[in-house]
């Protein structure tokens, strides 16, 4: 009996790697926009947006609209391109490169630059403004540990799947709604390597010193992905923060039912701050 149990664990696992393969044929001939653009001559003020894990910059169109006054750019963190093979092999480092270089090089055009980051990116938001002196941060559903996950167990997983990977097919994304088709891009599998990396860069923003800067945060105690308890313990150790909690709404709160009510806390900071 346990023969046969072992047997069937294999082949789904051989069954996800071959349709993670397909997947991403599929993502080799329909490439998507990554680094997200918008900019208006003459503008002072940018936001730097850092996605989230397994998403892209295209999860933030709907949000630029509410942003007129501030120009947007989005950089796509995990890999060179839209594919399985490029998101597995990316580290921690590199998504911690990408943002301080983003973020230098807009300081260079812009008298303001506000950071904002949503799950992954607002780790990383978090994480920058601990590398450097910024103003203004806002934070969506901060990734600060797995969801009812325990911290040795994190650390199993970060160990375990540090140079071993296998793709895991994502079921649907944590939404209490139905998401319009195409609304929010995924890769489809989530590589486990990259977990590794994303448990990492958890323990290294926790490692260093809390963060000084002014700092809003928006999270949903209903998030099954990134645990709201652990993001508020950690959070409110910080001096100057905001946050704002919801209770309906799932993980990825820009486009669940709360979302108008996440982009008027994000303006009205926006506004109090100008």
Known sequence: MLGVMLLIIVSLILVMQFLAKKRDQVLALNQVEYDLVQKREGNKQCILMLHGFGVTPQMFLELQKHLESYDCYAPILTGSSCSLKSFTDS??????????????????????????????????AYHLTQLRQIDRCIILAPYFGLYKVPSFFEQILMSLFENINLYIKNKSLDCSKSLKKGEVFTYGFTPTKAVSQLIKLSYLVKSLPQSKSSILVIHSQSDHVADFTKSKAFLNKSEHVKFVSFEKSYHYILHDVDKVNVYNEITTYLKERD
């Open 91 to 124: 580290k921690s480092q590199d998504w911690i490169t990408i943002a301080c270089d983003s973020y230098d090089e807009l300081t260079k055009s812009y008298e303001q630059v506000v950071v904002l980051g949503f799950s992954m990116g607002g780790l990383l």
